[in-house]
């Protein structure tokens, strides 16, 4: 057996994971429903109470950061040598956050939304105005939340890389590979701080995200490879 593989963390569980990550980011991203103005706020609103699609790929999204995740955090936990371990533990923190503000950005689409969608079928004209300033508040926290789950997703798969090439678990052109992807996650997570939800952020982010889908099938497909052949 390799010596990076332990007892109940077996190569098949992490590359499962991460593959079924990679597939259900890539479902909830294609199924995402597109506005016709990204800005507007109760346009939006509208568009979510109307149409379930975007609770399916909210939750498909949710579920692909939970699963990728948890198989990195596999993967890196095989990593017993002293000065990796810290790297390790840098990565699942940074990786638990971005799923905490991943499911903060939930909670926002599925609660606060739906609630602001109710209140505005049932206002009369005088109260509209202040409801739409609420609107535009509970738009600018989706936003934040958005941006921070970007962020820290993107400094995540950097830690990851760092960790698991020192480790000699992921060659050279895997970790260039990776690096790209997250670079770009990162820039689209300031862009969307900076704009919003704005063709540039969206521009931004989803070159890297492609790129980081492609990452994780390879070092899931790798990481099983390596392990299979060591046993």
Not at 118 to 140: G, H, Y
Request: glycine share 10%.
């Amino acid at each position: 057996m390799s010596r990076d593989a332990k007892p109940g963390n077996p190569a098949s569980v992490s590359s499962a994971l991460l593959i079924a990550g990679a597939v259900l980011l890539f479902v909830g991203t294609s199924l995402h429903p597109m506005h016709e103005d990204p800005n507007d706020a109760l346009a939006a609103f509208g568009e979510y109470a109307a149409d379930p699609t975007w609770l399916f790929s909210h939750m498909a999204q949710l579920a692909g950061v939970l699963s990728m995740v948890a198989g990195l955090a596999l993967i890196l936990g095989r990593l017993s040598d002293g000065p990796l371990r810290g790297w390790a533990l840098l990565t699942i923190l940074f990786g638990a956050a971005s799923l905490a503000a991943a499911a903060a950005l939930q909670a926002v689409d599925g609660i606060a939304l739906k609630a602001m969608v109710n209140a505005w079928a049932m206002a009369d004209a005088a109260t509209k105005p202040s409801l739409f300033s609420a609107a535009f508040a509970v738009r600018q926290i989706e936003v934040g939340f958005a941006a921070i789950s970007a962020m820290l997703l993107g400094l995540t798969v950097l830690l990851a890389n760092v960790a698991l090439h020192r480790a000699r678990r992921c060659p050279l052109w895997l970790s260039l590979l990776g690096g790209a992807g997250a670079v770009g996650v990162l820039v689209g997570g300031f862009a969307t701080a900076a704009t919003g939800f704005s063709g540039i952020a969206m521009a931004a982010n989803m070159p890297g995200s492609m790129v980081l889908l492609v990452w994780v099938v390879l070092l899931a497909a790798i990481d099983f490879r390596r392990n299979r052949v060591a046993t």
